[in-house]
Structures are given as C-alpha cells and as structure tokens.
C-alpha cells in the first residue's frame, strides 16, 4: 500500500471512529501529504533519521513552533494508526522530541472595550431599516451577544441551528469538538438580539427552508467565518477599538477572562469553553494570579 493510501485509510478512521471534524481532518491531511512529498519514498516508509531531516527542513523554513509541533503531533498519529494495523512493525517516532512551545497569553479585550463593541453594534441594529445593510446589522449584533455570551467556537457560532432562537431559554445545547454536546448560557441581551434578527431573518423567503440561524448562500448553507470576522474588524474599527486587535477568537478569550476576573472557577470556565482538558484551560491561569493579587492587597490587614 502507498504512503497516499495509508493516509487516506488513517483520514477514514479519524472519521469514523473518532469523529474527527472535516477542519481537522483538513488539517491532518495537509500535514501528512506535505512530510510525505518532502521525505523521499513517502512517509509511511519513513525511520526516524527521514523525519528528523523533515523537522528541520520546515524549521528551516520559518515555521513557528507551534505549527512544528502540530506537524509532528500529525505523524505520531499516522505512525500510531500503521503500528496498531500492523502495517508498520515499529513507530519511528517514538525518539523524537517535541519542538519547544512558548505559552503566548491569549490576546484578549477589556470590560470596558467589550462593552463599547457591544454597545455600537446595539445602536446600528436599532437604527437599521429593511434593506441589506439593516439585515447585516442585525445579524451582526446577534452575532457578538451571543459570541461574547456563551465563548463559542467561531466555527459553533455561525453553524448554530435556527431551533436555538425559536426555544427562547436561558441554556442551549452546542455540540463543538468531537461531535461533543456541552450547555452553555445566554444572557438577557443575547436573547433579545437574537430574537431581532430571527425577525428579520422571517422576513426573507430564501432564509424560510433553511435549518440554521444565520443561513448564507454558501457550501455549507450557513455564513462562513471569513464574513464574520471581517464584519466584525469593521464594528470594531467604527467602534473606535483597533481591527487588527479583535477577532471572533479574542471575543471567545474575553468572555473566558472576564468570568475569572469577576470570579468564576477554572473548571467551569473549563466547561463552558467545551476544553477536553484543564490543561488548555490554563492559559487563563494569569487571570487568575492578577485576581489573588488583588484580593490579597485589597483585603489582608497586613497589605500596604
């Protein structure tokens, strides 16, 4: 079997035993067709010298550590799936350290930015009028409360079924990363702004059939994440706020600070975020450190 077969057998049971989502069976692909066409006979036959030249062929060329690491994490996989076949007798792998990782702090909003995006999509929603400015302006303000409400993934975001918005409650189920169901919260402002925009959206026949709250004429049926994120650079930068500072990624990093700020326990953070595990949680752990300090300087009878 050629390496381009065995990774197509590695790509199918991803799928179908993991429930791999098709932006991470994208993504695995990429990487694995890219270190087969570098190291020479594929990679399935690769031993460890091949893939070590592989590691510093694509640090050599500028990739960041994290992207190494990720490429890596990519082949220890495939190699994994060929020994568990037994299509390979050995993981050549297995002696090989991972790239070195840097824990960049998330970038990320304050209160006070938040609420003035917030604000500024409120007032264009409210001063919009039928025609497709007014609709973009209020699928856009729907978009950012229910964003900075409930720290979805920009991909749950624009995928959410339109049923979310007909039920009204307080709680709605997402299913995120490995097709895993989690609960997450909608605020008063949320709902209300989803309600608007349900509304707006009843109003355009060609949105009538289709299954998801903010439904575009694209391949999958629902606005893309590109269109999202460059409106939402453009609320920004008419709010007064940097567009190369905020993207949907930031928001979801806002809502995260913001409840640890205000004192929400990791775990749940944890929870809300859909996180497998606490580890990747624990980029907040900062936040976290900023609050101790302040609660000790603000109340220990002994603080200066």
Request: positive net charge; proline residues 4%.
């Amino acid at each position: 079997m050629k390496s381009a077969a065995r990774i197509e057998a590695f790509l199918e049971m991803m799928s179908a035993e993991r429930g791999a989502a098709e932006n991470t069976l994208s993504s695995y692909r990429r990487d694995l067709e890219d270190a087969s066409e570098a190291i020479g006979g594929g990679l399935a036959g690769a031993g460890p010298a091949d893939i070590r030249a592989y590691l510093d062929d694509i640090a050599a060329r500028g990739f960041a550590p994290t992207s190494q690491a990720r490429k890596l994490s990519a082949i220890r996989q495939f190699f994994k799936f060929l020994y568990a076949e037994g299509l390979r007798g050995d993981d050549p792998t297995g002696t090989l350290d991972s790239p070195r990782k840097g824990r960049p702090l998330p970038k990320t909003m304050s209160e006070a930015e938040t609420g003035r995006l917030l604000d500024r999509a409120a007032l264009e929603a409210g001063k919009s009028g039928s025609d497709g400015d007014g609709l973009a302006a209020l699928r856009l303000h729907a978009l950012v409360e229910v964003l900075y409400a409930t720290g979805l993934r920009v991909s749950e975001l624009v995928g959410l079924p339109v049923t979310v918005a007909l039920r009204d409650d307080r709680f709605f189920m997402v299913r995120g990363k490995g097709d895993k169901e989690r609960m997450v919260p909608l605020s008063t402002k949320a709902r209300t702004a989803m309600r608007a925009w349900l509304a707006a959206r009843a109003e355009r026949p060609a949105f009538a059939e289709s299954p998801f709250l903010f439904p575009a004429s694209s391949d999958s049926g629902h606005l893309s994440r590109q269109v999202f994120a460059r409106d939402l650079k453009g609320l920004a930068a008419r709010s007064g706020i940097t567009a190369a500072k905020i993207s949907p990624h930031v928001l979801r990093h806002a809502f995260a600070s913001h409840l640890l700020q205000n004192g929400a326990d990791l775990r749940a953070v944890q929870q809300l975020l859909g996180h497998a595990d606490i580890s990747t949680t624990q980029i907040y752990t900062h936040v976290l450190e900023e609050r101790l300090v302040r609660l000790v300087n603000d109340h220990h009878p002994l603080a200066d």
